[in-house]
């Protein structure tokens, strides 16, 4: 196995897997704070590398610009969906599971009657930077950074704000935090917010180097799913380590494996953390 080689895909992993990871994060928030399992979330990433195509295709808006205008339009159809939706399963598994994979599939399919099964791209270059033996694309460095910031800020917003604070403490024990006088359903609304929040974004920018198509969201909901089981469930920091696992594993697995079969690696993974720790790498018994 070439080093370089190795290191390449080890690099790109990286910033694939903290794509990922963001996603991953909203899952688990939304999760932590109402007890759901939500199997449309990686269609919310979807409609996200959607929204930052179209913006770029149809009014030639930089993909830069449509990272914060993708997560301010889902933080608000996030809010909306918890209004509605979701605040009327709280804490059922199975309910929720049911009810999230029909949704699922109703945005998938309303995806692919609008915009065909089509494979997109946004052919946009922000230069190549070469360090040592690595030559990397730079939308690989911006994707990095930004979901790097991205994810600075909600650790920041959860651990230093009042309404971050709020959401951390129902997400622990919801009756203390009402008895304490959090508004729980108002938090549940903000974390709902916020989780699809992050899967819009984080589709934003992973349609800075990934195909855009209506189906990725089945895609992007398992990994979001194998991610937040990894680091434990409702943990959103686990979500991150899970995350740059998973993608690492899966790119450098594909210097000895087809890149067909680079999901297996992710998905054994995943089999082995359920196996020999249920709770997840980072979660508590």
Known sequence: MPFELALVNAVNGVVLGSIYATIAMGMSLIFGVMGIKNLAHGDFAMLGMFTSFWLWSLLNVDPLISIPVAFALFFILGM???????????????????????????????????????????????????????SMDGKYLVAFSLTIALIVLTQLFLAKTKVGIAIRAVTQDPEAAESLGINVDRIRLVGGGLGIALAGCGGAILALIFYIYPYVGILLTLYALIITVLGGLGNVLGAFFGGLIIGIAQSVATIQVPSALAPAVGFTIFVLVLLFRPQGLFGKR
């Open 80 to 134: 909306a969906i918890t209004k509605f939706i979701f605040k009327h399963i709280v804490g059922e598994m199975m309910g929720s599971i049911i009810l999230t994979f029909g949704l699922s599939i109703f945005i998938e399919n309303v995806a692919q009657a609008l915009w065909g099964g089509d494979y997109r791209w946004i052919p946009v270059s922000y230069g190549v930077y070469k360090l040592g033996p690595l």
